[in-house]
């Protein structure tokens, strides 16, 4: 077995040796860009770290790996350009260096790339990737369509949110872990246990991601901070502030979600206001904690040796205990 250490190493050199630069400049020139804006790799990590729990080989897993990112990377592509977010970890978004159609058609080919890295498998095991793969991308466009749905409804309920972000965040971990246990020949029974782990930590990063984005430094966090509450993003913050809020502090905050119209330093300054008067951070921290719990029960459950699930419950809790 790899430490973690050996294949986080592994999953961030594999996405910065490959080169996706070739004619026409105008279509590779972005995907190349976004693709070495950096990051941390998670769902590479993910990929290399089933395939290692499962049978020590991680080579055959680094073409699942490569295309797992790829789809990642041409998600948050297009989610800039629908978000209109002029940063990504530091950097210009795709759309705002080389312009919106470029991004677009740069996204499209991207979508077709991440397939074609799974042609490097045997007819039997790419099957099932590709089935994999095919189905973590329609229901992650099934919980974006949500997520823009919800900025324009009033009645959206945490249950809703949480199945939202279950979709367009956990669905994609569950699909780098899949795809890496499969090429070890995993049972059906402990891919299913994997999927409920994934599903469950990434409503748990997500809960972690709007804290940050409500509460973190822009130079740590790498993009813009506070954007989420200019967008007027159902958030979990802001729904569980409506929920155990007083009625002045829910219409104040149904009013300034209402309209783009406020200006931006103002509005973000009253709602955070609320939210601290309200201790929504160290609420949404508790429910954080609670699906990484519930992430871990299932981790529990897989039937291999408990040594080869450290990789994974160690990934588990710096995923936890992260600043961006």
């Not at 729904?239 to 103002?266: C, H, M, P, V």
């Not at 029960?297 to 040594?307: P, T």
């Amino acid at each position: 077995m790899h430490t973690l250490n050996q294949l986080e190493q592994e999953a961030v050199t594999l996405i910065e040796k490959e080169s996706f630069l070739k004619e026409p400049l105008a279509l590779y020139e972005p995907i190349e860009y976004g693709m070495k804006q950096g990051g941390k790799r998670i769902r590479p990590l993910l990929c290399l770290i089933a395939a290692d729990m499962f049978s020590d080989d991680i080579e055959k897993a680094k073409s699942a790996a490569i295309a797992v990112e790829i789809l990642h990377n041409f998600t948050l592509l297009h989610d800039d350009i629908m978000d209109q977010s002029p940063l990504r970890r530091g950097k210009e978004t795709v759309y705002k260096k080389f312009n919106s159609n470029k991004a677009i058609l740069s996204g499209d080919t991207m979508f077709a790339l991440a397939y074609k890295y799974l042609l490097d498998y045997d007819k039997d095991i790419a099957k099932d990737l590709v089935e994999i793969l095919t189905q973590a991308s329609i229901e992650v466009c099934e919980g974006q369509a949500f997520d823009m749905e919800f900025e324009t409804r009033n009645d959206v309920s945490i249950e809703e949110y949480i199945n939202m972000i279950r979709l367009k965040t956990g669905i994609l971990l569950s699909c780098a872990l899949r795809l890496g246990a499969v090429t070890a020949n995993c049972t059906k029974e402990n891919l299913v246990l994997l999927d409920e782990f994934a599903q469950n930590i990434g409503i748990a990063f997500q809960i972690q991601d709007d804290i940050l984005d409500c509460w973190s430094d822009l130079e740590v966090f790498g993009k813009v901070t506070g954007k989420d509450i200019v967008d007027n993003k159902k958030t979990f913050l802001y729904l569980k502030a409506l929920e155990i809020g007083s009625d002045r502090q829910q219409n104040i905050l149904k009013e300034l979600y209402s309209s783009k119209n406020f200006e931006s330093t103002q509005k973000e300054q009253v709602v955070k206001s609320i939210y601290e008067d309200l201790k929504i951070k160290e609420i949404a921290k508790k429910e954080m904690v609670y699906y990484h719990n519930l992430a871990i029960q299932s981790l529990e459950k897989i039937n291999i040796d408990q040594e080869r699930k450290e990789n994974l419950r160690l990934f588990s809790e710096k995923l936890m205990n992260r600043n961006k």
